[in-house]
């Protein structure tokens, strides 16, 4: 059987390994060979490469992977399905599945224990916790080249979002401050088994080698981000003032007013490296 399988090779592979998709474990099997093809093109995999797949269901994009990386594993949480991938992707000889839920795993060791280098992560993400793995795996920092995942089209836009759009937030945020991220196709339902309620799309999320911005803590510029988004209707003065515990108000207006922020601004509004200067003023006059 070619890499990869069809919409009638996957139902009878559900049929004949008894597999009933399950929804809380956002289950939908991708079967389009175009679309499995063009994730596996966006990653620019190459035969040295070590590949991450998180969830892979019965293997289909497994199998795409294993035919062009040096090496794949593959992280799935469901019990059920290790029989078809048994069947499906272990006697292609590069894969190695393990059965555990990525976002328990602990990241260090998972590559301590499987990866030499640096390592590109392709994945048809469940839905219902695309943010926490991206989030996981951009923060805590194991050595990645790129991630290309299929995710809720609503989530692709957020990921990539410019400043002043609606969907720009602390999703925004928090993917181009590790990432330069850009979507590489719109999918529709129909390609899954069964199809989600939703539209999807491929995101490409490039890391460099070097970090993209350099802000003295963190923690602080992710405290003020959230509390700007947190009320979004009211102008970053007020919306800090609320949600930024650590400076009053004086003191936040003084802050912004020193980056070159107006005040009255809206959190939306502001550029990533605007957030970074803030945090750093604020990091400063705090005393940490
Ligand atoms: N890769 C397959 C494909 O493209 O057809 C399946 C993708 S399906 C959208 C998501 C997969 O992630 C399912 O196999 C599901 O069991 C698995 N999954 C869900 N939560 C997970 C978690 N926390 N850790 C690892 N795998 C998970």
């Known amino acids: 059987m070619s890499n990869g399988y069809t919409y009638s090779q996957t139902r009878e592979l559900m049929r004949q390994f008894q597999i009933k998709p399950s929804k809380g474990l956002g289950q939908n099997f991708l079967t389009d060979k175009n679309i499995l093809g063009r994730m596996v093109d966006a990653a620019e995999i190459e035969k040295e490469d070590e590949v991450l797949e998180i969830g892979p269901g019965i293997g289909t994009l497994t199998r795409q992977l294993a035919a062009r990386a040096g090496k794949v ?53 469940p839905y219902y916790v695309t943010s926490p793995i991206v989030m996981k795996l951009l923060e805590e920092g194991p050595p990645l080249q790129r991630i290309v995942i299929m995710v809720q089209r609503e989530v692709a836009q957020r990921m990539s979002a410019c400043p002043g759009r609606k969907d720009y937030g602390a999703l925004s945020i928090a993917v181009q401050y590790h990432s330069q991220p850009s979507i590489v196709a719109v999918v529709p339902p129909t390609v899954f088994i069964p199809p989600p309620k939703v539209n999807s799309a491929i995101v490409r999320l490039d890391i460099g080698n070097s970090k993209r911005y350099a802000v003295k803590d963190e923690r602080l510029l992710f405290q003020l981000v959230r509390a700007a988004f947190g009320q979004r209707r009211k102008t970053l003065l007020n919306a800090l003032s609320g949600g930024f515990t650590q400076l009053d108000r004086q003191g936040l207006n003084e802050s912004l007013t020193y980056c070159g922020i107006d005040p009255g601004r809206r959190g939306e509004t502001l550029s990533i490296q605007e957030f970074c200067c803030l945090a750093d003023y604020i990091y400063e006059k705090i005393g940490n």
Not at 85 to 99: A, W
Not at 101 to 120: N, P, Q, Y
Request: hydrophobic share 50%; proline share 4%; charged share 25%.
């Open 73 to 125: 594993v593959a992280v799935e949480i469901d019990k059920r399905l290790l029989p078809v991938l048994e069947y499906t992707v272990e006697p292609l000889g590069n894969v190695k599945v393990i059965n555990g839920d990525i976002l328990s795993l602990d990241l260090k060791t998972l590559w301590r224990d499987c990866f030499a280098g640096k390592v590109k992560v392709v994945a048809n993400l």
